[in-house]
């Protein structure tokens, strides 16, 4: 006779049954139930061959990520896979969930300018001023930041939410006071949401009755909703940039207790410290054991979601940082030969979704779950030897493009860098440049192309060539406010930044930048690679279809003619 916990066990497991053949029927009835989208942000093509793979001198030759190599034996590989230009983190997400690129989704950046919009009403935390509006009135353009400086207090986890617990503010924690405002519609604040022009995965599955959920770093990247919001169920958004605290109850794969801060020589922000990352993105790992489990990200009652996911942020950091008194992250060559800094990093985010995976065997969902794992940047320069700050620590390696302009008056006081509390240029190893007024173009790049080598210049975009890659920039009806006037894509290595803290960087066009890793794995999937040149845009359609659903209820794809990933046929 059965005892009553087993019978109880059964109870749990028929309701599951039953909810997951619910929304099975709602969708297109395929053997694809759920689909599960990873972001190991920075994770290049080359760094998964190796590591699953394995490379001389790293793991005595063997394979350091073991669970991802697992994955790849029933998987489909994507070696030349592209993410978005700029490959910023903002635009690199939407577009993996929109279908389209920055020129249709109107993303160029987390911190880039519109000049339809105005200023908020509040100074943001980053310095972002504010400013006036007129219902109805002439724009007079803003600075468009979503990223930390709209919680209500970024400096916690929580971003501020009133009541909220530790880390759990998500969207109550957007102050609306930060966030640019629309003069068309009566000055009302864009929240992240509605600054996307295209519709997302998200809304289109929501739209067919399956539940969603979603994990990042921001509350601002609830912009995953598409327009008008409310189609993510679960959206759980630790704040990265936040004051790095305690985190009872949270352990790492490898043990590692976050209770108390495990370097508390760096508090500042999650990303400084190569311990502290790897309790952040626990976070939201626990998040998406608990969706695995049929609960939100905080262990309520719940179903398994149709779509969910995360991004991780522990390999963006270990390429990148350089933590004073500690130790110096990135590669040793430009084979992608990781430190042991960048290694351990890799194998935290390697062991995090073995986890996933054992989460979805016991609960007997492994065989309905596409598993898509990405990147929504890389990170430039691989090769450490060609990494060049400018102006650097010393301010002595040039001088940026933006600082050129700046001094020529020809940009917004708010992105100048002679603007002692704006939030600063949009530059990292790529420049971004927006002008007071774009018919002083030919103006500002005869500026930029009189000091190529101040600047590090590798190419410069603007006036035709860039409206070959996006739309021409300016107001309505003959431009589009989003779209900089110029664009500066540095020599490989270059990075607008004085920082002595870091040794690479993405929001670039090079091929550090933009070649990420692409894994799309499903226990009926035989192992193979595509070599053909795809995008990460093309995730989008591609889980819609392998749900059963029409690519073409996507806005980005019906616009830009994005086709599905070759190569999988699952159905």
């Given at each position: 006779?059965?005892?009553?916990?087993?019978?109880?066990?059964?109870?749990?497991?028929?309701?599951?049954?039953?909810?997951?053949?619910?929304?099975?029927?709602?969708?297109?009835?395929?053997?694809?139930?759920?689909?599960?989208?990873?972001?190991?942000?920075?994770?290049?093509a080359v760094d998964f061959l190796n590591c699953?793979?394995?490379?001389?001198?790293?793991?005595?030759?063997?394979?350091?990520?073991?669970?991802?190599?697992?994955?790849?034996?029933?998987?489909?590989?994507?070696?030349?896979?592209?993410?978005?230009?700029?490959?910023?983190?903002?635009?690199?997400?939407?577009?993996?969930?929109?279908?389209?690129?920055?020129r249709t989704m109107g993303i160029y950046y987390?911190?880039?300018?519109?000049?339809?919009?105005?200023?908020?009403?509040?100074?943001?935390?980053?310095?972002?001023?504010?400013?006036?509006?007129?219902?109805?009135?002439?724009?007079?353009?803003?600075?468009?930041?979503?990223?930390?400086?709209?919680?209500?207090?970024?400096?916690?986890?929580?971003?501020?939410?009133?009541?909220?617990?530790?880390?759990?503010?998500?969207?109550?924690?957007?102050?609306?006071?930060?966030?640019?405002?629309?003069?068309?519609?009566?000055?009302?604040?864009?929240?992240?949401?509605?600054?996307?022009?295209?519709?997302?995965?998200?809304?289109?599955?929501?739209?067919?009755?399956?539940?969603?959920?979603?994990?990042?770093?921001?509350?601002?990247?609830?912009?995953?909703?598409?327009?008008?919001?409310?189609?993510?169920?679960?959206?759980?958004?630790?704040?990265?940039?936040?004051?790095?605290?305690?985190?009872?109850?949270?352990?790492?794969?490898?043990?590692?207790?976050?209770?108390?801060?495990?370097?508390?020589?760096?508090?500042?922000?999650?990303?400084?410290?190569?311990?502290?990352?790897?309790?952040?993105?626990?976070?939201?790992?626990?998040?998406?054991?608990?969706?695995?489990?049929?609960?939100?990200?905080?262990?309520?009652?719940?179903?398994?979601?149709?779509?969910?996911?995360?991004?991780?942020?522990?390999?963006?950091?270990?390429?990148?940082l350089i933590e004073k008194n500690v130790a110096?992250?990135?590669?040793?060559?430009?084979?992608?030969?990781?430190?042991?800094?960048?290694?351990?990093?890799?194998?935290?985010?390697?062991?995090?979704?073995?986890?996933?995976?054992?989460?979805?065997?016991?609960?007997?969902?492994?065989?309905?779950?596409?598993?898509?794992?990405?990147?929504?940047?890389?990170?430039?320069?691989?090769?450490?030897?060609?990494?060049?700050?400018?102006?650097?620590?010393?301010?002595?390696?040039?001088?940026?493009?933006?600082?050129?302009?700046?001094?020529?008056?020809?940009?917004?006081?708010?992105?100048?860098?002679?603007?002692?509390?704006?939030?600063?240029?949009?530059?990292?190893?790529?420049?971004?440049?927006?002008?007071?007024?774009?018919?002083?173009?030919?103006?500002?790049?005869?500026?930029?192309?009189?000091?190529?080598?101040?600047?590090?210049?590798?190419?410069?975009?603007?006036?035709?060539?860039?409206?070959?890659?996006?739309?021409?920039?300016?107001?309505?009806?003959?431009?589009?406010?989003?779209?900089?006037?110029?664009?500066?894509?540095?020599?490989?290595?270059?990075?607008?930044?004085?920082?002595?803290?870091?040794?690479?960087?993405?929001?670039?066009?090079?091929?550090?930048?933009?070649?990420?890793?692409?894994?799309?794995?499903?226990?009926?999937?035989?192992?193979?690679?595509?070599?053909?040149?795809?995008?990460?845009?093309?995730?989008?359609?591609?889980?819609?279809?392998?749900?059963?659903?029409?690519?073409?209820?996507?806005?980005?794809?019906?616009?830009?003619?994005?086709?599905?990933?070759?190569?999988?046929?699952?159905?």
């Open positions: 006779m059965k005892n009553a916990t087993t019978l109880l066990m059964m109870a749990a497991l028929a309701v599951v049954a039953a909810q997951a053949q619910e929304q099975n029927d709602k969708l297109g009835r395929t053997p694809i139930r759920h689909v599960l989208l990873l972001s190991i942000d920075g994770m290049h699953s793979k394995g490379i001389s001198g790293v793991n005595n030759g063997a394979p350091y990520c073991p669970q991802l190599a697992a994955l790849a034996t029933t998987g489909v590989n994507y070696v030349a896979a592209s993410t978005s230009r700029p490959s910023d983190s903002f635009p690199g997400l939407m577009s993996i969930v929109t279908g389209a690129t920055p987390d911190v880039g300018y519109d000049r339809s919009l105005d200023a908020p009403a509040k100074t943001t935390g980053n310095g972002v001023a504010a400013g006036s509006c007129t219902p109805n009135g002439t724009p007079t353009g803003s600075e468009a930041e979503y990223e930390e400086g709209i919680d209500l207090d970024q400096s916690k986890v929580n971003g501020g939410a009133p009541g909220a617990a530790l880390t759990d503010g998500g969207i109550a924690s957007i102050d609306p006071t930060r966030l640019p405002r629309d003069p068309k519609a009566g000055c009302a604040p864009v929240f992240p949401w509605n600054f996307v022009r295209t519709n997302t995965i998200f809304g289109v599955i929501h739209a067919a009755g399956g539940y969603t959920a979603w994990s990042d770093k921001h509350p601002s990247y609830s912009s995953v909703a598409g327009p008008g919001g409310n189609t993510v169920d679960d959206y759980y958004s630790p704040e990265i940039n936040s004051l790095v605290v305690g985190l009872p109850g949270v352990t790492t794969p490898s043990g590692m207790g976050c209770s108390t801060v495990p370097d508390p020589t760096q508090t500042g922000a999650w990303t400084d410290s190569f311990k502290n990352i790897q309790c952040y993105d626990t976070l939201k790992v626990t998040a998406i054991l608990n969706q695995i489990d049929g609960k939100t990200h905080n262990g309520k009652k719940a179903q398994m979601p149709v779509i969910f996911g995360m991004n991780f942020q522990a390999v963006s950091v270990g390429q990148k110096t992250g990135g590669y040793l060559d430009g084979t992608g030969t990781p430190t042991p800094e960048l290694l351990n990093e890799i194998e935290y985010v390697d062991a995090s979704i073995g986890q996933m995976v054992d989460e979805l065997k016991d609960r007997g969902e492994y065989q309905s779950t596409l598993i898509i794992v990405t990147a929504k940047h890389g990170q430039s320069p691989i090769d450490p030897k060609r990494y060049f700050p400018v102006p650097g620590p010393n301010n002595n390696n040039g001088t940026s493009p933006a600082t050129l302009l700046a001094g020529a008056n020809l940009i917004p006081f708010v992105q100048s860098p002679l603007n002692p509390t704006g939030i600063g240029p949009t530059e990292d190893d790529v420049s971004l440049l927006w002008l007071t007024d774009s018919s002083k173009t030919e103006e500002a790049v005869s500026i930029l192309e009189a000091h190529p080598v101040h600047i590090g210049a590798g190419e410069i975009f603007f006036g035709s060539a860039l409206a070959m890659i996006f739309n021409k920039p300016g107001l309505p009806p003959s431009g589009d406010p989003r779209t900089p006037d110029i664009i500066v894509a540095p020599n490989v290595g270059v990075t607008y930044t004085g920082s002595s803290a870091k040794l690479m960087e993405h929001g670039g066009f090079s091929h550090d930048d933009t070649n990420v890793m692409m894994l799309v794995s499903n226990a009926k999937l035989a192992s193979g690679s595509v070599h053909a040149a795809v995008e990460t845009n093309q995730v989008a359609p591609t889980i819609l279809k392998e749900l059963g659903l029409d690519p073409n209820n996507l806005d980005g794809v019906r616009l830009e003619g994005t086709a599905v990933l070759p190569g999988l046929g699952l159905q």
